[in-house]
């Protein structure tokens, strides 16, 4: 396993890209549920985002949430091409103090049909625990890198760097922490570095 990280750019470049059938899932599952109200948490460049926003209708909204603004807006000049960007809202802000804002509130609990994280992911339990509150019965919240280029199904390895182990390890108390959520189906798919779908069932 150790020797899958001797590409000396691999986790830069992986950063960069997700894979397009990825896309195209949350795409087609966005439009299945006739979503027209979202959350995501970690923008980048933008690619997730502006496939969420193709998806949903005219007058959908998503709230885009990352602590880069500049990356973002490198990425702004093809959503705005695509016609989307009256659809997005973003936010330059930590995550945790907008979904903080977003429940004190009150009238935005359990208003929003989805949410996608790609963003720290030693938070990933702090997330969950307000997207519960924010995301609808029925609604689905998705998470990226789940599956971290597979070494969540490994033992530990002194081999891997330290930022790779750090995150695996926090990848693997959330993916245990959350399969005992019955508040939520859940399916974590092997596609791109894993994406975790939950249904929220109450």
Not at 23 to 41: D, P, R, Y
Not at 175 to 201: E, P
Request: glycine fraction near 8%; hydrophobic fraction near 40%.
């Amino acid at each position: 396993m150790a020797g899958f990280f001797q590409q000396k750019n691999l986790l830069q470049s992986d950063a960069l890209h997700k894979p397009p059938e990825e896309g195209q899932l949350l795409t087609l599952l966005f439009k299945l549920m006739n979503a027209k109200k979202g959350i995501e948490i970690g923008v980048f460049y933008g690619y997730s985002l502006l496939n969420a926003a193709l998806a949903l209708p005219e007058d959908g909204q998503i709230i885009a949430i990352d602590m880069d603004r500049e990356t973002y807006e490198k990425g702004l000049p093809c959503i705005q091409k695509a016609g989307v960007e009256n659809k997005i809202e973003f936010i330059h802000s930590d995550a945790l103090q907008v979904l903080d804002g977003l429940i004190e509130e009150g009238s935005k609990e359990g208003t929003f049909d989805f949410a996608f994280v790609d963003a720290d992911k030693e938070q990933l339990e702090e997330y969950h625990k307000r997207l519960m509150k924010l995301v609808r019965v029925g609604g689905l919240i998705a998470y990226d890198n789940t599956l971290w280029y597979g070494t969540v199904a490994q033992p530990d390895n002194p081999g891997l760097p330290d930022m790779v182990e750090r995150i695996r390890e926090a990848l693997v108390r959330f993916n245990a922490w959350l399969a005992s959520d019955a508040r939520v189906d859940l399916s974590l798919l092997c596609i791109g570095d894993g994406l975790t779908l939950c249904r929220r069932v109450c």
